[in-house]
């Protein structure tokens, strides 16, 4: 099993920036995939990025070139850095990991709330 736990979310103005944080534990094992994903009202989860053990990584489209995901293995912990919010960002971020262990297991993590004012 694994355990994710977010922090960091809260309400900024539009413009302004805010990090979150993902402390994983439990059987993350090194082979994974992380992410974070996000879900506004009445809308589905979406995709926000995503980074391997390797550290490649992969952005939907509306937030490249103004958020960024990072990891730190050793201490399994991923962030996503966002800068200039815009109300159409706020939702419920999630943080998800994938392990590829006896095929691929996924989880979540609770969720925390980014609120963007305008």
């Known amino acids: 099993q694994v355990q994710l736990v977010e922090s960091g979310g809260g309400l900024v103005q539009a413009g302004g920036s805010l990090r979150l944080s993902c402390a994983a534990s439990?059987?993350?094992?090194?082979?994974?995939?992380m992410g974070w994903y996000r879900q506004a009202p009445e809308k589905e989860r979406d995709l926000v990025a995503t980074i391997t053990s390797g550290g490649s990584t992969n952005y939907a489209d509306s937030v490249k070139d103004r958020f960024t995901i990072s990891r730190d293995n050793a201490k399994n912990m991923v962030y996503l850095q966002m800068n200039s919010l815009k109300p159409e960002d706020t939702a419920v971020y999630y943080c998800?990991?994938?392990?590829?262990?006896?095929?691929?297991?996924?989880?979540w993590g609770q969720g925390t709330q980014v609120t963007v004012s305008s």
């Open positions: 998800n990991a994938v392990v590829a262990v006896a095929g691929l297991n996924v989880y």
């Open positions: 439990g059987s993350i094992f090194s082979n994974n995939e």
